[in-house]
């Protein structure tokens, strides 16, 4: 092994965590302050009315009423029918016996929302991504996964994720940038190596994702790629901090290491 070559990418390893500690410790960026906000308008629906909007709208993917799309600064298309939902209506007798005696009365109407692909206006927000040309990297990076006897494949069906490991195969989107193409497959290929044994998945979700992201971080960061706030806005959307980061460093650093040497073949 090129001793030379072990040095460099220790330090690169050494220096991405330094920055991602630093990134943590700024707390959330204002991209992600805006992301959360907009989230919060998205109301979370029973499970009869999930039902009713994928009967009604089967590739619905955000929905939301009209006046919650009008406060993102989004308008319903001209012509877009609504999708059909039961919201409750509470009722109160207004005299004061019944107020301290009786229990409100809840009926049900029919109300409408909206699927995103109905609507129009300003772009939703959504957290940084990693941006850059990966070069020849991601090639190479495809080549290590399929010799470590993972198979990789493309798929829409990821709900919101952009990718998936399952233990010997990874999916991701086909639609990402090279940038994000890249930066995904390393946080999988981080799951396949750390997390998934004989056994199945070791570690609670909320460690498995900060330590995927922070390998995601380092070696699209060492091969150049500009990931910004973006994995630490990842980590802290699982609650991660500087305290997990720390508690899992060992396996951090070995799948980065083991990543990045893949990725230059010379330093052997």
Not at 135 to 145: N, P, S, V, Y
Not at 161 to 186: N, T, W
Request: aromatic content about 8%; glycine content about 8%; charged content about 25%.
């Amino acid at each position: 092994m090129n001793t030379e070559k072990t040095d460099e990418v220790k330090q690169l390893i050494d220096q991405g965590l330094k920055n991602l500690v630093e990134n943590l410790e700024s707390g959330k960026s204002d991209q992600l302050v805006a992301y959360l906000a907009a989230m919060a308008r998205f109301h979370r629906y029973s499970f009869r009315n999930i039902l009713l909007i994928q009967s009604q709208f089967p590739m619905a993917s955000r929905v939301a009423g009209f006046r919650a799309w009008k406060k993102l600064g989004r308008f319903v298309k001209k012509g877009e029918q609504g999708i059909t939902i039961i919201a409750p209506m509470v009722f109160r007798d207004s005299s004061e016996t019944a107020l301290q005696d009786e229990q409100p009365r809840i009926r049900f109407r029919a109300a409408y929302v909206f699927d995103v692909s109905q609507t129009d206006g300003d772009p939703l927000p959504c957290p940084a991504e990693a941006s850059g040309d990966p070069r020849g990297h991601t090639e190479r990076l495809k080549a290590f996964i399929a010799s470590q006897g993972i198979a990789l494949t493309y798929s829409d069906e990821l709900g919101n994720a952009e990718g998936a490991s399952s233990g010997g195969r990874i999916r991701i989107r086909p639609s990402l940038s090279p940038a994000a193409e890249f930066s995904v497959l390393v946080h999988e290929l981080a799951h396949e190596l750390l997390h998934w044994t004989d056994h199945g998945l070791v570690g609670t979700r909320k460690s498995r994702e900060l330590e995927a992201e922070a390998v995601a971080y380092i070696v699209s960061s060492a091969i150049g790629l500009e990931c910004s706030t973006a994995s630490s806005d990842y980590i802290q959307l699982y609650n991660g901090n500087v305290e997990t980061l720390e508690a899992s460093l060992d396996g951090i650093r070995k799948a980065a290491s083991e990543i990045i040497m893949a990725l230059h073949p010379e330093a052997a």
